[in-house]
C-alpha cells in the first residue's frame, strides 16, 4: 500500500492546510465543535491537531489493516459517473440537488484516495505543488455521509456495481477516529461498551427484570394466561437480543415474541442473558472498531448460556450487522448462526404451530421493508406470509422488498434528533407518500429505527390515523390460544 | 503528403506500441488485482465465499434483457446496444481479422458486413443517445468530467471514422482523413482502456468478488488501526 501523501501537508503550511480548525477556534473560542466545522449534527470534540494530516494518517492505516483497499482501488478506477444511481436515491428525488447523487458522495472519498494513496495523484500533486485535501473537503465529506441513510438501494443500479452505501460506511469509519460522528451515537455507544449498564438504553439489570415482570402481569390482564419471559436459561437454542430500547418503548412487540413462543409450545427454545441483552450495534453505521467488540458481547453471552444461535428481536440494523459481524469476527465458518425474529415466527406457522384468528385485524395493514433486513433479499417473503395469514386486508407498498425506499431514518440517523427536520422533510418524503398511497391504517415495521422515524414521518406529513407497529404487535392480536 | 506519413505510423510503429502498452496495462491490472483479492481473501475473518451466487449475480448485470426492468430504460438500452457494438464489431470486423491474419497468421470468423454495419450504426446511434444524457441529463453531467466526455468522442470517432473506411464511395472525408481518424481514435482507446474508467472492461468481471470480500471484514483490524495511530487504551 502506498504511503499517505502527508509529507507536502508538513513542509508546505500554505493557506490550505494553514487554515485549518485550530487557527478557526482561536478566532471563535465560542464555537461549539459542530460549529467550527459547519456540521449540521452535534459532535463531542475534534481533533484537535491538523486534520487534514490527521484524516490521511487514519486513512492509511484503515486501508493498511482493513479490507477495504482493494475496493477502493478498484472503485476508484471504474467509476462510469453514469448517474443510474441518482434515480434510485430517494434523497436526490427529494432534493434535485446534484450533491445528493451517490456517485457523487461516493467520489469526494475516491478523489481522496486518487490524489493521496496513487501514484498519478500524488505525482500530480508534487507537479502543481498543492494538497488536495482541505478542512473544507473533510467537512463536505462530513456532512454528505451523514445525510446518506446507508440504505444500499443505489447498489441495484450502479452498472460497475460499486456499493455506495460500504463507502459511505468506510467513510464514516475514517472520520470516526478523527472524533467526526454523531454525538448520539457515540454516547450511546460508550455506554454500551464501557458504561455501567453495558446497554445503549442504559438499562440495569434490575430494571430489565422488573419490565419483564411488568410485561408478563399485562399478558395476564390481557390474555388470562401466564407467559414468564424466559430469563438466563442454560442451553436454550436462541438466545434473545432486541434492540434495548424495545424494553422501554416496544411492549407489545416483546410481548407478542414471549406469546408466539408460547403458543406454539416452544417457549424453552428461546432465553433473555442478564449478562448482554442488546442487539444494538451503531458500529455498523461509524466504526468497525466498535462493531467488532459489540458483537463479541452477544458471542459471549450466547456461549455463557451455552445457546446454539443468536436470535434478533424486531430490529434491522441489529440483525444485518449480526449476520454480516459474527461471521467474520465469530470465526467463519465455526460462528454461531444468527437468526432474525420473523424467521422462527415464520418457520412455527409453517409447522402449524400457530392458530391464529383470520379476522384479528380487520383493518387495511402494510408492511415497510427495512433496508437491512430486505435489500440483500434476506427476509422478504416471511413476513408477508405471516401477515396475510389474519390481516384480511393487507395491501403491498410500491416499490417493495428488495427494491423497497428507505424509512428514511437509516444509516443511525433516526438517532440523530437534530436533523429531524431533514429526516422527515427530506428523507423521509417519499416514504411519507408511500404510506398515504397504501391508504393503511397499521404500518408494520419490524425494526426499532423504522419505528421511531416513521411515527415522526406520519406526524410530520399530518398523516393522522396511521399506526406505526411492529409485527408481532399485530400478531399478539391474533393468537388463539 | 504528411496525413499519408501520419497514417503509415499508425498503421506501423504506432500500432505496435498501442498494443504493447494495452498490453502492459492488462498485466498490471490483472497482477495488482490477483494479489489484491488474495490478500484480502487471507485477511477475512470470514472465507466463506458464495462463488455461484457471485457468478449469477455479475452474469445477470451483463444480460441486456435486464435492462428492460431498471429505472432509466433508455440509457440502460443505449449502453447495452453501444456494448454489443464496441465488443462485436472491434474484433470480428472482416477486414480487421483480415489484418491480423496477414500480421499473426491467426483468423477467426468474422461477422457478415451487413450485420457489421447495422451494429455500427446502432452504436453511433446509442452514443449519441449517451451523448445527449451526459449533457442534457442535471444528474449525469453533474458528475462529468474531462475525461467522459473525451471516452465518448473517441468512441463515437472510432465508430463514424471506421465506417467510412468501410464505405469510402459515400464518404464526404477524404479516405486519408478518414482513415487517420480512424487508426488515432482507436489507437488512443486501447492505449487510455487500462488506464481510465474503461478499466471496467477489465476488472468488470471481479466488481462482485471485490464487493463481497469488502464485506469480509478483518478480526482485530479495527485495534491494529487504533494501535498504528497511537490511539491505544483510549476508550469509545
Known amino acids: 500500500m502506498a504511503e499517505a501523501n502527508t509529507a507536502q501537508g508538513e513542509g508546505r503550511q500554505g493557506p490550505l492546510v494553514g487554515a485549518s480548525a485550530a487557527a478557526t477556534a482561536q478566532a471563535h473560542p465560542k464555537l461549539l465543535p459542530h460549529q467550527v466545522l459547519g456540521l449540521s449534527y452535534y459532535v463531542e470534540r475534534l481533533y484537535p491537531g491538523d486534520r487534514v494530516r490527521r484524516f490521511l494518517e487514519v486513512f492509511a492505516a484503515v486501508l493498511e489493516h482493513t479490507n477495504y483497499a482493494h475496493l477502493v482501488d478498484t472503485y476508484a478506477r471504474v467509476g462510469a459517473k453514469c448517474a443510474n444511481c441518482a434515480c434510485a436515491c430517494q434523497i436526490y428525488l427529494a432534493t434535485q440537488d446534484p450533491k445528493d447523487i451517490p456517485c457523487y458522495r461516493s467520489n469526494l472519498l475516491l478523489e481522496i484516495y486518487r490524489r493521496h494513496f496513487t501514484f498519478r495523484g500524488v505525482l500530480q500533486s508534487k507537479l502543481a505543488g498543492t494538497v488536495y485535501l482541505t478542512e473544507e473537503r473533510i467537512r463536505e465529506l462530513a456532512e454528505s455521509v451523514y445525510h446518506c441513510t446507508g440504505c444500499r438501494r443505489c447498489s441495484f443500479e450502479c452498472p460497475m456495481g460499486i456499493d455506495h452505501g460500504l463507502l459511505t460506511h468506510l467513510s464514516r469509519y475514517i472520520l470516526s477516529e478523527l472524533d467526526i460522528t454523531p454525538k448520539a451515537l457515540v454516547v450511546a455507544t460508550r455506554e454500551q461498551l464501557e458504561g455501567k449498564t453495558g446497554n445503549t438504553s442504559a438499562i440495569p439489570v434490575p430494571a430489565l427484570l422488573d419490565t419483564l415482570e411488568f410485561l408478563t402481569e399485562d399478558i395476564r390482564d390481557e390474555k388470562g394466561i401466564e407467559v414468564p419471559f424466559p430469563v438466563d436459561q442454560e442451553g436454550r437454542e436462541f438466545v434473545f437480543f432486541p434492540a434495548v430500547s424495545d424494553y422501554l418503548l416496544e411492549a407489545d412487540t416483546l410481548k407478542g415474541i414471549a406469546l408466539t413462543f408460547h403458543a406454539a409450545g416452544e417457549a424453552d427454545r428461546w432465553t433473555i442473558g442478564t449478562g448482554y441483552y442488546d442487539g444494538i450495534n451503531y458500529g455498523l453505521f461509524y466504526s468497525d472498531w466498535c462493531a467488532e467488540r459489540i458483537i463479541g458481547k452477544e458471542i459471549a453471552e450466547t456461549k455463557r448460556l451455552k445457546g446454539q444461535k443468536i436470535l434478533i428481536g424486531e430490529c434491522g440494523h441489529a440483525s444485518r450487522s449480526a449476520k454480516v459481524f459474527v461471521p467474520s469476527f465469530g470465526g467463519g465458518k465455526n460462528a454461531l448462526p444468527v437468526v432474525n425474529i420473523m424467521e422462527v415466527t415464520w418457520d412455527m406457522l409453517r409447522r402449524g404451530k400457530l392458530r391464529l384468528d383470520p379476522d384479528a385485524v380487520p383493518e387495511r395493514v402494510t408492511y415497510h421493508d427495512p433496508c437491512n433486513i430486505a435489500r440483500t433479499g434476506w427476509i422478504v417473503d416471511q413476513p408477508r406470509e405471516i401477515l396475510r395469514a389474519f390481516c384480511k386486508n393487507y395491501v403491498d407498498m410500491e416499490p417493495k422488498g428488495e427494491k423497497n425506499f428507505c424509512c428514511g431514518g437509516g444509516g443511525g440517523t433516526v438517532s440523530i434528533d437534530e436533523v429531524r427536520a431533514y429526516r422527515t422533510g427530506v428523507t423521509g418524503k417519499m416514504k411519507a407518500e408511500q404510506i398515504r398511497r397504501t391508504g393503511a391504517k397499521y404500518v408494520v415495521a419490524p425494526c426499532a429505527n423504522c419505528k421511531k422515524q416513521l411515527r415522526e414521518v406520519c406526524e410530520d406529513h399530518g398523516l393522522e390515523g396511521v399506526e406505526v407497529v411492529g409485527l408481532h404487535d399485530l400478531l399478539y392480536k391474533a393468537i388463539v390460544l | ?236
Open chain 2, 1 to 236: 503528403m504528411k496525413m499519408e506519413s501520419a497514417v503509415a505510423f499508425l498503421r506501423g510503429p504506432g500500432l505496435v506500441l498501442a498494443f504493447a502498452l494495452l498490453f502492459l496495462g492488462i498485466l498490471r491490472q490483472a497482477g495488482l488485482t490477483a494479489a489484491e483479492l488474495v490478500r484480502a481473501y487471507r485477511k477475512a475473518g470470514d472465507q466463506r465465499i458464495p462463488w455461484s451466487w457471485l457468478f449469477r449475480k455479475s452474469l445477470g448485470w451483463i444480460v441486456p434483457v435486464n435492462a428492460l426492468r431498471g429505472t432509466r430504460i433508455p440509457y440502460t438500452v443505449a449502453s447495452a446496444t453501444f456494448h454489443v457494438g464496441m465488443l462485436a464489431v472491434p474484433l470480428f470486423l472482416a477486414g480487421h481479422i483480415a489484418l491480423v491474419k496477414k500480421g499473426w497468421g491467426l483468423s477467426w470468423p468474422a461477422l457478415p458486413a451487413l450485420v457489421a454495419d447495422a451494429l455500427t450504426l446502432l452504436a453511433l446511434a446509442a452514443l449519441i443517445l449517451l451523448g445527449l444524457y451526459r449533457l442534457l441529463d442535471r444528474a449525469t453531467r453533474s458528475l462529468s468530467g474531462f475525461q467522459d466526455y473525451l471516452l465518448l468522442v473517441l468512441c463515437l470517432s472510432a465508430f463514424a471514422s471506421g465506417y467510412l473506411v468501410a464505405h469510402p464511395a459515400s464518404s464526404p472525408l477524404p479516405f486519408t482523413l478518414a482513415w487517420f481518424l480512424h487508426l488515432l481514435s482507436a489507437e488512443l482507446l486501447l492505449v487510455l482502456l487500462p488506464f481510465t474508467k474503461l478499466a471496467h472492461a477489465l476488472l468488470f468481471p471481479f466488481t462482485r468478488i471485490t464487493w463481497e470480500l469488502g464485506w469480509h471484514f478483518v478480526p482485530g483490524a479495527g485495534d491494529r488501526v487504533r494501535l498504528a495511530l497511537g490511539k491505544e487504551g483510549e476508550g469509545v
